[in-house]
């Protein structure tokens, strides 16, 4: 008897139920990651998450390797050829079995869906919920559907969490002595990503400091980008280096129990764990999400503006807007940006520019260390009023006034803007005027817009579309539940 593990976004040992009941009556176990560059470019995903990629499949290697499993890297140059390079592969390398752990995104559950049709004469296909505390699908309203608005979902997931607790896997135990460890470097560009430690104990080290101490104040600090009051631990989620039931094990190793209700200490994190929950199982309840659609069907006729140098300012970090400019920057230096400043940023672009969220989504795509679909459409859809549970359209944040609360005294801006390290902190968020007086010749640019008059025109194109959209909106909210409940369906019948 021999089983194969399909190593996707779930690269560790500990908590990973497909390596877990692969390994259970000591069966024999091998592992293989398949690496498709073309699709990797085709979900725009950038070269310092790539980079961080490469060096954890490594140490994935020198985990499994420790407990005697060896891990094949295959690669492929087109993701429609993944079935029949399973199919060659287990010719020369036969196994009974292959163990998955589910993966989301619509091209993900396409090729799955191929894989299965394909092997499921010459092998047993067995796959599990990996990257959610609670599998997809699993929670719902009481019609059976998925929930369109966070707070409900919460309140289900939690009910769930004091129902049932979650589940943690052990890390398998070793078969038999240690094998040589693959050497592993992935091809295609890349970006360094060393300032991030790499490994599953450097992402269980960072989740225990952080519980040790951060967890007590991140409802006071996590707003505050000059100041390390959050986790950081997202790159690790995004590739499954550490799993959500961890953070709950960590979280409530540190406090004695689980904070289950607002105002508990602990809470507040809890509760963005929960969000990034409600994201991946809209993304599996609605597909549309994965085809770049807008949640809300009605603001498909959203008439985008197709201003080419405001966004390149944007991108670049030269809006004349403090607060967005140093947030910019520090994603192109970094490819990492503090929650507060994606939100900030995002509603600059949406809402100022009025740009397309699609081209904001894209473009922190290609940035991020952490970019994973569910999370980045969803802040998007968020910010720009087009998804589920969205920041009402007329809530449009002022970007000076974010700046002068969330960065009072110019630190995170001074750190990212050296042409306004002088700037006194009372005029650091409005700095044009002390420019001009104080350093003529500066070329720092002033605001590419006014913001009252942007928010009205962001406000009037919503209007605009309410007058049309009734209808539309509700033939279309018919239509996503129908799809939601055959996708549900189908899920529940997949092995893959
Ligand atoms: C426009 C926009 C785009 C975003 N793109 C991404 C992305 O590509 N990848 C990504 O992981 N997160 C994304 N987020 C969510 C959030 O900004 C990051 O998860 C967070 O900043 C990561 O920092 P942290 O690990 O210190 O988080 P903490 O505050 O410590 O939170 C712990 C974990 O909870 C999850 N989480 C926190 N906030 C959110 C949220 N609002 N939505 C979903 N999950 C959340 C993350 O996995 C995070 O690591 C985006 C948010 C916005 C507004």
Redesign the pocket.
């Known amino acids: 008897m021999r089983h194969l593990v399909w190593f996707r976004a779930d690269l560790r040992v500990a908590d990973n139920p497909a390596l877990y009941e692969a390994t259970a009556d000591g069966v024999k176990v091998s592992a293989i990651y398949i690496d498709c560059l073309k699709q990797w470019q085709q979900h725009g995903r950038s070269p310092i998450q790539r980079d961080f990629l490469s060096r954890h499949l490594q140490a994935l290697s020198t985990e499994l390797a420790a407990l005697g499993i060896p891990l094949t890297v295959l690669t492929i140059d087109d993701s429609s050829q993944t079935p029949e390079l399973l199919v060659n592969w287990l010719a020369d390398h036969p196994h009974d079995a292959l163990y998955a752990n589910r993966e989301i995104g619509l091209d993900e559950r396409r090729r799955d869906k191929a894989v299965q049709q394909r092997l499921k004469e010459l092998l047993e296909i067995r796959v599990f919920n990996g990257d959610c505390v609670f599998k997809h699908g699993s929670l719902t309203t009481q019609s059976g559907d998925m929930y369109k608005v966070f707070t409900p979902f919460a309140k289900t997931w939690l009910a769930q969490l004091r129902a049932t607790g979650y589940r943690l896997h052990p890390v398998p135990k070793a078969q038999g002595s240690a094998v040589t460890a693959t050497s592993i470097e992935l091809t295609g560009e890349r970006v360094s990503s060393a300032a991030w430690p790499v490994g599953e104990l450097a992402a269980r080290d960072r989740l225990r400091l952080?519980c040790e101490s951060g967890v007590y104040d991140?409802g006071d600090q996590?707003d505050y980008p000059a100041i390390n009051g959050?986790?950081?631990?997202?790159p690790y989620?995004?590739l499954g280096v550490i799993s959500p039931s961890q953070c709950l094990a960590a979280i409530e190793q540190q406090l004695g129990h689980l904070p289950m209700s607002r105002g508990e200490q602990g809470f507040v994190?809890l509760n963005?764990?929960i969000?990034?929950e409600f994201?991946r199982h809209l993304l599996v309840a609605f597909p549309r999400l994965s085809m770049n659609r807008a949640f809300k069907p009605d603001t498909e006729s959203l008439q985008w503006s197709q201003d080419k140098a405001g966004f390149e300012a944007w991108c670049s970090g030269h809006t004349g807007f403090p607060i967005v400019d140093a947030a910019m920057r520090c994603l192109n230096a970094t490819g990492w940006?503090?929650?507060r400043l994606?939100?900030i940023v995002?509603s600059f672009l949406t809402k100022d520019l009025h740009l397309s969220w699609r081209q904001?989504e894209d473009y922190?795509?290609s940035r991020?260390i952490?970019?994973?679909l569910a999370?980045?459409n969803?802040?998007?859809q968020?910010?720009a009023g087009t998804g589920a549970d969205a920041a009402p359209y007329f809530r449009v944040f002022n970007p000076t006034t974010q700046g002068e609360r969330f960065d009072a005294e110019g630190d995170f801006i001074r750190q990212w803007l050296p042409e306004l390290v002088e700037v006194p902190t009372k005029r650091i968020h409005t700095p044009h005027d002390w420019l001009d007086n104080n350093q003529p010749g500066h070329d720092y640019p002033k605001p590419i817009v006014d913001h009252k008059r942007a928010r009205l025109h962001a406000i009037a194109m919503f209007d605009a579309l309410k007058d049309q959209s009734d209808n539309i909106k509700n033939n279309a909210d018919v239509q996503t539940n129908k799809q939601s409940e055959l996708w549900l369906a189908q899920l529940d019948q997949e092995p893959v």
């Open positions: 952080f991140y996590r959050t986790s950081s631990l997202s989620l995004a994190w963005e764990l969000w990034r994201y940006m503090h929650n994606r939100m995002a904001g922190f795509m991020l952490d970019g994973e999370a980045n969803g802040g998007w968020w910010a």
